[in-house]
């Protein structure tokens, strides 16, 4: 088994970034969903009520985060001065919105107000320690640091549908290569070069799978939602992918053996 491949997302529900490496830090991987965007009370918003969010382009220019909004133009994000209280799911904590511009544009764009905001290192997310024992951070991500999926259960989903998905649907940051099919539903931690990840929880999956990540529209016929649901249905939803955290510095590249471990920490 090896890393077949690697992802970031600045931007919470904004499309990721293709990468031969992630950093790692407290939160997960480095840079990740550390900005979010919101409407005018302070929730956040994704592609689940905003489905052409998959059209705004993201990538990375030392260090900093830009966005290209379709007809608008390209902006770089960055921390302005005024701060406020933003809702992800039952979280409410303190973020930083971002300087004029990128905003606006995308406000325009969506035709609707909205806000784009920066979480600070002094603004502690903690994850649900009903899964984790310890008391750790995430940034703004739905509520764990890592997604890992492995490629043969993709595989095996797309022999069922009639239109084959790539994985950009699911949102992984890792992806495991040499397993077979939803061999992930056993496993309990890895360790990939320094770093060991527990793979904490089944990742339930949601209406933001049947947005084409090339149009920014939701499929009228539910795929691949409703198929996995046909055979993929545990307690809490659909499942595809593992949630984990993370112990080491890393960092995690492309190619990189995964071995895993029989028992994870929080298990």
Known sequence: MHVQSLYVYPVKSLPGIAVEQLALDQFGPAGDRRWMITDDYGNFISQRSLPKLAKVRVRIEESVVFIGVPGYGEFPLEP????????????WLGAISAKNGPAQALSQFCSKPLDIVYMPNDSFRAIDRVWVKDRRRVGFADGFPFLIVNQSSLDELNERLEIKIDMRRFRP???????APWAEDQWAAMTIGAARFDLVKPCSRCVMTTV????GSKAADQQPLRTLGSYRMQIGGVIF???????????VTLGDAVRLDEMGKNQ
């Open 80 to 91: 302005g001065r005024d701060t406020r209280n933003v809702m992800v799911w039952d979280d």
């Open 173 to 179: 940051n890792i992806v495991v290569s040499g397993a």
């Open 212 to 215: 084409d990540p090339v149009t």
């Open 241 to 251: 992918g593992m949630n984990a955290i993370h112990e080491g510095s890393g960092p």
